[in-house]
């Protein structure tokens, strides 16, 4: 089951982040991403950027036929913890998701931690036409638990993207710390950002979880590979569909 992979995939490490990414090489994440893509026999292509503050950016692109985008961010601000939640678990469920639903486009980006700097290279290169229409981005954050119950950040959610969740699934609108989700929507795309998470027993969303965002807390043994197979699976997968 690919959702396994995130143990291996945790237990990568970087030297930090962004900002420590060095010209002409691959990051430890990066590669390891890019093994994870061979072995599944996926296509992917790596653009290369630099802005005023690093040296180089990575983004991944899994290229598609539809109109229809999957976005997760694979870098990290703590190269001490296991970076489960945030945001490794997404990766694996963005790549799964290719594996199911080979029409979508898929980008694993750089920098989000630190202002969405490889949701800005993307959205750029969207609007100059590289990519051909986009419809709508949907953002994936910190999914490695919560299986079917899941919230969608407020902002934007008025556009067809959140017209169709809304149309398919019940769910929590809760207003999110930052994401590329924002970034999409500055650059004009139709953008939102889902996040499952489990519930209390008085039924309410396990909020407190966000917390381990960046520290130890966000060990790899918090979250659940089977959580993940039913967020892809039974959400992620209609949503991207027809």
């Keep these: 089951m690919i959702y396994k992979e995130i143990y291996n995939f945790c237990a990568v490490r970087n030297k930090g ?11 430890p994440r990066v590669k390891w991403i890019l093994d994870l893509l061979d072995r599944e026999g996926l296509d992917y292509e790596v653009d290369v950027f630099t802005t005023r503050e690093t040296k180089a950016g990575f983004n991944i692109i899994l290229r598609g036929s539809s109109e229809r985008w ?3 961010h694979h870098d990290i601000v703590n190269p001490h913890s296991d970076n489960a939640n945030d945001n490794s678990c997404s990766v694996i469920n963005a790549i799964a998701l290719k594996m199911l639903v080979p029409e979508v486009n898929v980008a694993i980006i750089d920098g989000e931690e630190f202002g969405g700097l490889g949701s800005h290279r993307l959205s750029k290169n969207m609007k100059a036409g590289y990519y051909g229409v ?17 919230l969608i950040g407020g902002n934007g959610f008025n556009g067809p993207l959140g017209q169709r969740i ?9 207003s999110v710390p930052f994401n590329d989700s924002v970034i999409f929507r500055q650059h004009g795309f139709d953008s939102l950002v889902i996040n499952p998470l489990p519930r209390k027993e008085d039924g309410e969303l396990d909020m407190k979880i966000l ?6 807390e966000d ?4 979250i659940s590979p089977e959580d993940m197979k039913i967020f892809t699976e039974e959400i992620l997968v209609p949503i991207i569909n027809e």
Excluded at 17 to 27: D, L, P, R
């Design 70 to 72: 999957v976005t997760a």
């Design 134 to 150: 986009v419809e709508w981005i949907l953002n994936l954050e910190l999914t490695g638990i919560g299986g079917l119950d899941f």
């Design 166 to 174: 809304d149309s398919m699934f019940e769910f929590d609108i809760v």
């Design 211 to 216: 917390y381990r965002c960046h520290s130890m």
């Design 17 to 27: 982040s962004i900002f420590q990414n060095e010209t002409g090489c691959f990051t």
């Design 219 to 222: 060990s790899v043994d918090k």
